[in-house]
């Protein structure tokens, strides 16, 4: 793998996860309860495994900055984690819950969809394992890596806005 596509994976992730971690900090409290309504811990244990998730997606943000390969792991492990977590309530028919995903402004109820979005997201974290091949980076690659990251960004967003919007959409369209 070219070390620039290697570096613009990982800092997608890291973003990614840096984002996720700040709209969980804007409002802890929108959070806890979010945590809450999966109904996957006791009442009890929500409020520390709400603290604990900030600090997991802080760290790992921070490991594929420092330790690449390890938070290239725990990256992947982390978003299966949330597509578990969404596929079990699936299962359970509890389909009205927010998934937490975009934050106390913007609330997404779970979907298989999401499901999806955080498998590719993981097995790309995995693929980021692959061996890069050694090279000198230069100026453009810097500015390739810092493009391409926002483009993802930018992609990610707008499709996250697009799965968010979903349910409304086949509403007006009455196929919902």
């Known amino acids: 793998m070219d070390p620039v596509v290697a570096l613009t994976l990982r800092a997608a992730l890291a973003l990614l996860l840096l984002v996720a971690a700040a709209h969980k900090l804007r409002d802890p409290g929108t959070f806890r309860a979010t945590l809450g309504d999966y109904r996957l811990l006791p009442d009890a244990a929500v409020p520390a495994a709400a603290g604990l998730v900030i600090g997991v997606e802080l760290g790992i943000a ?52 999401l499901v999806v979005r955080n498998v590719v997201l993981a097995a790309g974290a995995l693929a980021g394992r692959a061996p890069v091949d050694l090279r000198p980076l230069v100026w453009v690659d810097a500015v390739t890596v810092v493009a391409a990251t926002a483009a993802l960004a930018t992609l990610y967003a707008t499709l996250d806005r697009m799965l968010a919007d979903a349910p409304a959409l086949a509403r007006v369209r009455g196929t919902a």
């Open 62 to 113: 921070t490991a594929l900055v420092v330790l690449p390969r390890p938070g290239l792991v725990a990256a992947a492990l982390l978003l299966a984690t949330y597509a578990i977590a969404i596929a079990v309530n699936l299962a359970r028919g509890r389909r009205h819950i927010d998934c937490g995903c975009g934050g106390p402004a913007a609330r997404q109820p779970i979907s298989g969809r």
